[in-house]
């Protein structure tokens, strides 16, 4: 699969973010790749609370990680994403490299979906708002 990423961002490592051994405790990568999209919506115009507005609920609904280097306090990284539609999902394909070395850190497919009134919909009003940002 190619990677055409739409978005990137720019994050530091902060020490208690890190484990005894030294390195990011795996959980924490979850953070970043949440924090990226949350980014990422704002920066397309399609904010949570303008979805809310609109009556839609994005709810992730699968993460996968796979962690290949680990980060060290201090650290700059990027993260960057780029986005599909599959069927009635919206999946984010993200990817975290270290700054200093372009090393790939940790990857992650985050498949989300959504609902109105507690119900999952197609999300079509979802891709009226990110429409230029949905990969083929």
């Known amino acids: 699969m ?6 990137e961002i720019e994050i530091k490592v902060r020490d208690y973010e890190c484990d005894a051994q030294g390195i990011v405790n795996n959980a924490n990568y979850q ?11 704002e920066h397309a115009g399609c904010s949570f609370g303008a979805m809310r ?8 609904a699968r993460i996968e990680i796979n ?10 990284f990027v993260c960057k994403l ?8 919206f999946v ?3 990817d975290i ?11 992650a ?17 979802l891709v009226e708002m990110l429409g230029e940002y949905i990969s083929e």
Do not use: W
């Open 92 to 94: 984010f394909y993200q």
């Open 31 to 41: 953070h970043y790749f949440e924090h990226a999209r949350h980014e990422f919506l």
């Open 109 to 125: 497919k985050v498949t989300t979906v959504c609902t109105r009134e507690g119900k999952i919909i197609k999300g079509d009003e």
């Open 67 to 76: 962690y290949k280097n680990s980060l060290r306090g201090g650290e700059l």
């Open 53 to 60: 507005e609109a009556g839609i609920e994005p709810v992730v």
């Open 82 to 89: 780029f986005m599909r539609r599959e069927g009635i999902r």
């Open 2 to 7: 190619a990677k055409d990423y739409s978005y």
């Open 97 to 107: 490299f270290r700054k200093s070395d372009g090393v790939l850190c940790a990857e």
